[in-house]
């Protein structure tokens, strides 16, 4: 199993994680006329072939080493294995939550507002579970983005109002936010313990606990969509190779900014705290394709793109107070 020596391997872990979980939404966008909830079903088949391959290959390197994927899944106790599938299934729903979002008021709002707000709670709460990096560096690279999120809210409505998403989109970004902050503690218990998961098998068993939530939860969601009507099953078989092709690598780019999220948790030298929490600078990443490449602020005026600059400065700022807290421990 590899795990980085060094914490210049593990921030360039990081920070994939961050690029990965801010742009795998690009692929949901390329064809807007399949719907989000077609899409998603996709998305899943990519993230758990991401588990598989990562776990048969860099999470084996040494297949009779305690912490090989086969060897670490038998000896596993039934608490890791619990915390790891329910984390999983926590995060299928804030992630529902969030293309829902994406659909109804794009990248450029529900990344920041629902990312913004995970940051904050799972922050918090991965550092209550795994203390580990200078909390004042931590947190107050946290207050930035909270920052960050502030001034994008603003640039939000200062938009032309037949530009605005409406409430809707806000309080699914909101609620995606509160339900995403909650996952990765799980992810972290499971990570430590007596017999504890490593990080190529939490992440393949959390594979499995988003996989089956997703069954009923996006079942549901075609059903009684946020917008537009009803679908069936048979409109998922309707769709071209190319549209599952998309939503396959979907999930494999989410699923390799997640593999890179937990192995750089599980060194000691950084933690969950900070792992989730540079990771979760995502709300940049997506931003910038929001605004620069799917042209989400198209018509905004000065005060908004101003708002955006600031938007942008603070997030960066942020993102490198939490990345310098394991160097100043």
Same mark, same amino acid.
């Given at each position: 199993m590899?795990?980085?020596?060094t914490?210049?391997v593990a921030l360039?872990?990081?920070?994939? *994680?961050m690029?990965c979980?801010g *742009?795998?939404a690009n692929t949901?966008k390329?064809?807007k006329?399949?719907?989000f909830?077609l899409?998603y079903?996709?998305?899943?088949?990519?993230i758990?072939?991401?588990?598989?391959?990562?776990g048969l290959t860099?999470?084996r390197?040494n297949?009779?080493?305690?912490a090989s994927?086969f060897h670490n =899944?038998?000896?596993a106790?039934?608490?890791?294995l619990?915390?790891?599938f329910?984390?999983?299934m926590?995060f299928?729903?804030?992630?529902?939550l969030l293309?829902?979002a994406?659909?109804?008021a %794009?990248m450029?709002v529900?990344?920041p507002?629902?990312?913004g707000?995970a940051?904050v709670? %799972?922050? %918090? =709460?991965?550092?209550i579970?795994s203390p580990?990096?200078?909390?004042f560096?931590?947190?107050?690279?946290?207050?930035l983005?909270?920052?960050?999120?502030?001034?994008?809210?603003?640039a939000y409505?200062?938009?032309s109002k037949?530009?605005?998403?409406?409430?809707k989109?806000?309080?699914l970004s909101?609620?995606?936010?509160v339900v995403i902050?909650l996952?990765?503690p799980f992810?972290?218990?499971a990570?430590?313990?007596?017999?504890h998961?490593?990080?190529y098998?939490?992440?393949f068993?959390?594979?499995l606990g988003a996989?089956?939530s997703? =069954?009923?939860l996006?079942?549901a969601f075609?059903r009684?969509?946020v $917008?537009?009507?009803?679908l069936?099953?048979?409109?998922?078989?309707?769709?071209?190779p190319?549209?599952?092709a998309?939503?396959?690598?979907?999930?494999?780019?989410?699923?390799?900014?997640?593999i890179c999220?937990f192995?750089?948790?599980?060194?000691?030298m950084v933690g969950?705290a900070? *792992?989730? $929490?540079?990771?979760?600078?995502n709300?940049?990443?997506s931003a910038?394709w %929001?605004?620069f490449?799917?042209?989400?602020f198209?018509?905004?005026?000065?005060e908004?793109?101003?708002?955006?600059a600031?938007m942008?400065?603070?997030?960066?700022l942020g993102?490198l $107070?939490?990345s310098?807290g394991p160097?100043?421990?």
């Open positions: 590899y795990t980085p020596q914490y210049a360039l872990m990081m920070l994939v *994680s690029l979980w *742009s795998w949901q390329i064809d006329t399949w719907r909830e899409f079903w996709d998305y899943m088949w990519g758990l072939v991401c588990a598989i391959l990562f860099i999470g390197t297949p009779a080493a305690p994927f =899944l038998d000896i106790n039934n608490r890791a619990m915390e790891a329910v984390g999983g926590i299928n729903l804030g992630n529902l293309v829902a994406i659909s109804v %794009g450029a529900a990344f507002l629902g990312a707000l940051l709670i %799972g922050a %918090g =709460l991965n550092y579970v580990a990096g200078n909390p560096l931590l947190f107050g690279g946290i207050l983005v909270c920052g960050a999120i502030a001034a994008n809210a603003a409505r200062g938009l037949g530009a605005r998403a409406g409430t989109g806000i309080v909101l609620l995606c936010g902050g996952f990765y992810v972290a218990k990570l430590t313990g007596e017999n998961l490593g990080p098998t939490v992440y068993v959390f594979a996989l089956a997703n =069954l009923p996006n079942y075609m009684w969509p $917008s537009g009507s009803r069936s099953i048979g409109d998922y078989f309707r769709g071209g190319a549209v599952h998309w939503g396959v690598l979907g999930g494999l780019i989410w699923g390799t900014g997640t999220s192995v750089a948790a599980y060194t000691p969950p900070t *792992s989730f $929490s540079l990771g979760e600078g709300t940049m990443v910038v %929001g605004v490449v799917w042209k989400e198209r018509g905004a005026n000065r908004v793109k101003h708002l955006l600031v942008f400065i603070l997030f960066v993102l $107070s939490i310098l160097v100043f421990r």
